[in-house]
């Protein structure tokens, strides 16, 4: 039996630009336009565009000017893990110290 992911072709995910997801939210901001309707007229999900509101919200209240490009959340998740790495090492250099000094004394 097949399962259902393999009848599917993967699904596309559309890529939108900084630039158009603050043009959507500042749409919604309009008197008059509601977050379905502004939705509905860019071809995107209402959830989506409530999400890039929720993401303008939180940059604005952070002090920054936009959220992290995928190239800097790669290099976020890269230097954490060789943070956690590193840390490992130190410990295990920190036990075969006492380890060792233990014996010559």
Request: net charge positive.
């Amino acid at each position: 039996m097949k399962s259902k992911s393999s009848t599917k072709s993967a699904r596309n995910r559309r890529k939108f630009t900084p630039e158009f997801k603050a043009e959507a939210v500042s749409l919604t901001k309009k008197p008059g336009q509601s977050v379905a309707q502004v939705a509905k007229d860019l071809g995107v999900a209402d959830g989506v565009l409530r999400n890039w509101m929720k993401q303008a919200d939180a940059s604005i209240e952070n002090g920054t000017a936009g959220l992290l490009s995928a190239s800097e959340k790669e290099e976020l998740a890269t230097l954490r893990r060789e943070n956690k790495q590193l840390r490992t090492e130190r410990e295990i250099l920190k036990k075969a110290t006492a380890f060792f000094a233990k014996d010559h004394i």
